[in-house]
C-alpha cells in the first residue's frame, strides 16, 4: 500500500499539471450535468417502509385514490381580539371572506369554513378553517404561496389574529450556506496558526472546496435518476468539506516534515502520500463503512443520506492523494514555513527529535496512566447518563421559534381546543371481512373512544367501494407527549379482541403515530447498526495495526465518546440546560434521526483520528522504538495536525448551530461536541493511558490471524527496504532502524 501511494504521490507530482487539469475536467463535467440535470422529486412519500403507520398510509392511498394522501394542507388559526368571540357579526364576515378567497387560490381543491365544520373553540375566541391543495407541499410555486398568504394578511387588517399552520405555507430550514462559510472562516485561522504560511493554510482549505464542489455537483446531476435532493446532500457537504481538510492537513503536514528531513521536493511528496496518505485512505474507508453502513436501517433517505456522504468522503480520500501531490508540485516551496524558505529548504533543520507540546504531554500520560485513564472514564460517564433518559420523535411546529407562524398557529390550537388536536391520530379500517360495514366501523369507533386519554372520535367516512372507513382520534394529551406514545400503543393492543368481535381489523396512522413507529424502529435498529461498523472496522484496524488490542481500545474509546455526546445532546435539547443559550426555544423529544447520524458519523470520525495518531505510533514502533517512546513519538509527530484537525471538524460543525431549524441546531451540536470529546478526551488521554498501560502486549497478534491478514503497510516499512521505490539518500533520510530488544 505505502509503495504504491508512494509511487502515486511522485507521479502527481512530475505530471502536476496533467492531473490539475483531470480534477478540472471533472469538477466542469459535474457541473454541466448538475446545470442541465432536471430537478429531482421528493422520492415518494414511503419514509419507512414496514412499520404500521406507514403500511395505513399507504393503505389510504390506494383506498382513497380521490384523497391525495401527500396534498398540502393550511390549516388557517382565528384569534378573536380580547373580550369578543370569532363568532361575532364582524369577525364571522371577514372569517368568510377568507375562506371564499382562498377557495379561489391557485392549486386548492377546497376550503372549509369554521362555522361548517364546527372548528370553533368552546369559549368561541379562537377558531380555525382548512384549506386542502391538489399538489404537495414541494409542487408549490412561490406565486401559489404568495397568493394564500396575501389573503391571510387581508384578514390581519381586520383585527384578528390570523396564523397559519399546516405544510402548504411551512417555512423551510435555511440552506447550510452560512454555516459552511463560518466553519471555512474558522478552518482558515486554524491553519494558519497550525502551519504559520498562508500557502500551507489555503491548500487544504482550495482542494477541500473542490472536492466537495464536485461531490455536490454530482448529486446534483444524479439526483432525478436516483431520487437524490439538497436535503440528501446536507451530510454529503458537511462531511466532504470537514474530512477534505483534515485528509488535506495530513499530507501537507507531512510533506513539511519531510522537506523538514532534507528530502528534496518530489521525494517528499511521495514520502507524504506514502505514510499519510496510507492513513488517508484507511481513515477514508473507516468513515465509508460507517456512512455505507446507514443502509442497514431501512429508510430509504437514510441509506440515500450515507451513500452520498460516503461518496463525498471517496473523493475527498482522492483528491488528498492525487491533487494535493500535484499542487505541491506548482509551489513546492510556498507552503514551508518561512524559516524553513529562509534557511534554505533541502537543508535537514534539524538532528535529533525535539520536543513540544505533543511530546510533553504524552510523558505526562506515560507518568500518571492510571489517574488519567479513570478521569477520563469518570468524567464521560457522568456526562454519559442522561443518554439514559433519551426520548426519541420527530419534532414539529412546536420545536419552531415561536417567532413563525406555524408555532403561534400550534400554540393557539392547543390553547383553544387541546394539547392533543394538533396531533390526532388516523385510524383506517378495512372492514371487508365485517357482515355489516358500517356496525364494524362504529363499533371499532366507539370503543376507542372509550379508550382512557382520547378526548373525541369523529364518524366514519367511507371510500367508494364501502370497504374501508376513515376516521381520526383526538388525544389529551400533544403529539410528542410520552402518553400519546402509550395510547397508541394501548389502542393497536385492542385490535385483537375487535377484530374478533366484528370482523375487521384497523391500522394507526397519521403523523403522530408515524413518528412514534419512526422513533421506535430507529430506537430498535441502533444496536444493531452499533454492531455492524464496529465488527467491520475492528477487522480494518487489525488489518492496519497488526493488534488485537489497540481495535479493541479504538471501540472502547469511541463509546465513550459518543455516549457522552449523547447525553450531552439530551441534557441541552430535552432537558433544556442551557438551551437558551444555543437560541433552542422549545426543549423536547430528540429528533429520531439524531443518535443514528450521531453514531454513524462520530464513528467514521473517531477512527480518522485514531488512524491518524496511532499509525504514527505505530510507524515508530516498526522502526525500533520501545512501546513508551513510540506514543512519545506519535504525538510529537501527529498531536498537533490532529487537534487542528479536530477544532476544524467543530468549526465546521459549530457553524450549523447558528442554524433556525432545531434539526440542524441538535445535528451541529452533537456532532461538535462529540468531536471535542473524542479528539481532546479519549484520542489525546484516553489512548496513550490505555497504551501505557498495555506496553508491548498491546501490539500483540496471534501469529495465526497475522498469516490470515493482509499485509498493507501504512507504516511505511517498505519504503525504507525497497530500492525500487527510488529513495533518495539525502541528509535525513529515513533510516533502517535496528531490531529492539
Not at 382513497?64 to 382565528?78: K, Q
Not at 480520500?317 to 513546492?332: H, I, S, Y
Not at 465518546?561 to 437558551?580: I, Y
Request: hydrophobic letters at 50%.
Amino acid at each position: 500500500m505505502a509503495t504504491f501511494l508512494y509511487r502515486m504521490g511522485r507521479a502527481a507530482f512530475r505530471r502536476r499539471w496533467l492531473v490539475v487539469l483531470l480534477w478540472a475536467v471533472v469538477l466542469a463535467a459535474a457541473g454541466a450535468g448538475a446545470a442541465k440535470a432536471p430537478a429531482a422529486d421528493d422520492g415518494g412519500t414511503s419514509f419507512m417502509p414496514g412499520i404500521e403507520a406507514q403500511k395505513a398510509f399507504d393503505l389510504i392511498g390506494d383506498r382513497f385514490p380521490g384523497a391525495t394522501a401527500d396534498g398540502a394542507d393550511a390549516r388557517i388559526v382565528f384569534i378573536a381580539p380580547d373580550g369578543e368571540k370569532v363568532t361575532a357579526a364582524g369577525n364571522r364576515a371577514a372569517i368568510d371572506t377568507l375562506v371564499e378567497e382562498a377557495a379561489e387560490a391557485p392549486q386548492v381543491s377546497g376550503a372549509v369554513s369554521p362555522f361548517q365544520a364546527g372548528a370553533v373553540s368552546e369559549d368561541a375566541s379562537t377558531a380555525y378553517a382548512t384549506v386542502s391543495y391538489k399538489v404537495s407541499a414541494g409542487d408549490l410555486s412561490d406565486a401559489d404561496k404568495a397568493a394564500m398568504e396575501d389573503i391571510v394578511d387581508q384578514a390581519r387588517e381586520t383585527g384578528l389574529t390570523v396564523e397559519v399552520g399546516g405544510t402548504a405555507l411551512a417555512t423551510q430550514p435555511a440552506a447550510g450556506g452560512a454555516g459552511e462559510v463560518i466553519g471555512i472562516g474558522l478552518a482558515a485561522v486554524v491553519l494558519l496558526i497550525t502551519f504559520g504560511s498562508l500557502a500551507a493554510a489555503g491548500l487544504p482549505l482550495l482542494t477541500a472546496v473542490i472536492g466537495v464542489g464536485v461531490s455536490m455537483c454530482a448529486i446534483l446531476a444524479l439526483g432525478s435518476a436516483l431520487g437524490l435532493s439538497m436535503t440528501t446532500g446536507t451530510l454529503a457537504s458537511m462531511l466532504g468539506l470537514a474530512v477534505g481538510i483534515d485528509y488535506a492537513l495530513l499530507v501537507v503536514s507531512r510533506y513539511r516534515e519531510e522537506r523538514g528531513h532534507g528530502h528534496e521536493p518530489r521525494e517528499a511528496a511521495g514520502l507524504a502520500t506514502g505514510t499519510a496518505g496510507s492513513a488517508v485512505v484507511f481513515a477514508g474507508l473507516t468513515v465509508v463503512i460507517a456512512l455505507a453502513g446507514l443502509s442497514v436501517i431501512g429508510v430509504p433517505m437514510l441509506t440515500k443520506m450515507g451513500l452520498c456522504a460516503a461518496g463525498a468522503v471517496v473523493v475527498g480520500v482522492l483528491v488528498a492523494l492525487t491533487l494535493v501531490p500535484a499542487l505541491l508540485g506548482m509551489w513546492p516551496d510556498a507552503v514551508l514555513s518561512r524559516r524553513a524558505r529562509r534557511h534554505g529548504a533541502a537543508t535537514p533543520q534539524h538532528t535529533g527529535p525535539k520536543d513540544n507540546g505533543g511530546s510533553r504531554w504524552a510523558r505526562f500520560v506515560l507518568r500518571h496512566p492510571v489517574a488519567v485513564l479513570l478521569t477520563c472514564v469518570a468524567g464521560l460517564g457522568v456526562l454519559a447518563l442522561p443518554a439514559a433518559d433519551l426520548q426519541l420523535g420527530m419534532p414539529g411546529a412546536e420545536a419552531k421559534p415561536v417567532s413563525s407562524t406555524e408555532r403561534r398557529a400550534y400554540d393557539a390550537l392547543a390553547d383553544g381546543f387541546g394539547a392533543g388536536f394538533n396531533g390526532p391520530l388516523t385510524i383506517v379500517t378495512d372492514v371487508r371481512g365485517a357482515a355489516d360495514p358500517e356496525a364494524a366501523a362504529t363499533a371499532i369507533g366507539e370503543r376507542i373512544e372509550d379508550t382512557d386519554g382520547v378526548v373525541s372520535v369523529s364518524p366514519p367516512r367511507f371510500n367508494a367501494e364501502g370497504d374501508t372507513a376513515l376516521f381520526s382520534a383526538v388525544p389529551s394529551t400533544g403529539p410528542s407527549a410520552e402518553p400519546t406514545k402509550d395510547l397508541v400503543q394501548t389502542i393497536r393492543a385492542e385490535r385483537p379482541g375487535l377484530e374478533d368481535a366484528t370482523g375487521a381489523t384497523f391500522e394507526v396512522t397519521g403523523s403522530t403515530a408515524m413518528n412514534i413507529d419512526i422513533a421506535q424502529a430507529l430506537q430498535d435498529a441502533l444496536v444493531p447498526y452499533l454492531i455492524v461498523i464496529v465488527l467491520l472496522s475492528l477487522v480494518l484496524l487489525m488489518v492496519v495495526f497488526r493488534s488485537v488490542l489497540v481495535p479493541v481500545k479504538a471501540a472502547a474509546g469511541f463509546l465513550l465518546s459518543v455516549l457522552a455526546s449523547l447525553g450531552a445532546v439530551v441534557a441541552v435539547f430535552q432537558w433544556g440546560w442551557g438551551a437558551e443559550l444555543l437560541g433552542v426555544e422549545q426543549a423536547g423529544p430528540i429528533m429520531s434521526l439524531m443518535p443514528i447520524f450521531l453514531v454513524g458519523i462520530v464513528f467514521g470520525l473517531a477512527m480518522d483520528y485514531e488512524v491518524f495518531l496511532v499509525a504514527r505510533m505505530r510507524e515508530a514502533y516498526v522502526h525500533g522504538d520501545r512501546p513508551a517512546q513510540a506514543v512519545v513519538t506519535g504525538f510529537r509527530h501527529s498531536a498537533r495536525v490532529v487537534a487542528a484537525a479536530a477544532v476544524i471538524m467543530i468549526a465546521v460543525f459549530s457553524g450549523f448551530v447558528g442554524a433556525d431549524e432545531s434539526m440542524i441546531k441538535t445535528i451541529g451540536f452533537g456532532l461538535a461536541v462529540a468531536v471535542l470529546f473524542d479528539a481532546f478526551v479519549v484520542r489525546m488521554a484516553f489512548v496513550p493511558a490505555v497504551l501505557a498501560l498495555l506496553g508491548h502486549k498491546a501490539w500483540w497478534l496471534p501469529r495465526w490471524l497475522d498469516r490470515l491478514l493482509p499485509h498493507v503497510d501504512i507504516e511505511g516499512t517498505g519504503l525504507a527496504r525497497e530500492p525500487a521505490a527510488g529513495l533518495d539518500t539525502a541528509a535525513g533520510a529515513r533510516p533502517q532502524e535496528p531490531a529492539r530488544t
